[in-house]
């Protein structure tokens, strides 16, 4: 029951990561509502947060692209 769940959310979890790639992606700040990103500190901290959230959702794909 838990896979089958976690499988129907798997569209949603892509949908998510494409939308923070495609409007903040190597930025230091996602700003959801303008679709943009802030670049302040210079350390792309939207990839470094993403980076434990990828691997727990096993979008191993997403986390290699990050980690890299």
Same mark, same amino acid.
């Given at each position: 029951?838990?896979?089958?769940?976690?499988?129907?959310?798997?569209?949603?979890?892509?949908?998510?990561? !494409?939308?923070?790639?495609?409007?903040?992606?190597?930025? =230091?700040? @996602?700003?959801? *509502? %303008?679709?943009?990103?802030?670049?302040?500190? !210079?350390?792309?901290?939207?990839?470094?947060?993403?980076? =434990?959230? @990828?691997?727990? *959702? %096993?979008?191993?794909?997403?986390?290699?692209?990050?980690?890299?």
């Amino acid at each position: 029951k838990l896979r089958s769940a976690a499988a129907a959310a798997a569209p949603y979890r892509r949908r998510c990561c !494409n939308c923070c790639r495609s409007c903040a992606w190597g930025e =230091d700040d @996602l700003r959801p *509502l %303008g679709c943009t990103g802030v670049h302040w500190l !210079n350390l792309s901290l939207t990839m470094v947060d993403a980076l =434990d959230t @990828l691997y727990l *959702l %096993g979008m191993r794909r997403e986390f290699e692209e990050a980690a890299g």
